[in-house]
């Protein structure tokens, strides 16, 4: 190592070796730049449904988790909160997995390795919190590659997703505005807020 980065502090050269491992995974994927782009695109479609939501379809998300993911407006708006919660890696990888099931044998496998690549491997770019024996059975999965193979790893981050940020969503003001009645943009409280994702500002307009 040359005197100069052996001078810097160990944590900054981890950040630094980190930061190295994610571009050259990225680098190496240039399909994951087609999906990003596939995704906001499906974020933006779904949005756009929130527009004619009425307030007794947001309070039928209280009773239940499954019946607030059932919803493709409610899954929007729940993407929404878990953007502001920093962790809206749980949704995608549930969402990611969704579509795997649906895809053509032949396609599986690559598709397979690319979703335990970029949200369940170890130091992925968009890992999600699993204990290390789910990592592994789905490690192991990835050599039968049907579609079961993201079950168990599914159903753990929809567990955490349901007991912990499904809890906090129905007690946020995003929730709370969207069960009101209709009225203006100010009486709403949603004006304003810029640290609201750019896609979930679309939900501003259930207020007008």
Known sequence: MCKGLAALPATCLKSAKDIKHKIGFLLQKPELVQDQKLAKEREKEKATSVKSIAPVD?????????????????QTAFAAFLKLEF???????????????????????????QIFQLYVDVDSPKEVNLDSATREETRRNLGKCDITCFDEAQNKIFTLMENDSYRRFLRSKLFLDLCQSPMDEKQCGLEGKGNLPEFSSRLLSHCA
């Open 87 to 113: 962790s809206q890696e749980n949704i995608e990888f549930w969402e990611a997995c969704e579509d795997f099931k649906k895809l053509p044998a032949k396609q599986m496998e690559a598709k397979a390795k």
């Open 58 to 74: 947001a309070e039928k998300w209280k009773t239940s988790f499954n019946s607030l993911m059932k919803n493709d407006v409610g």
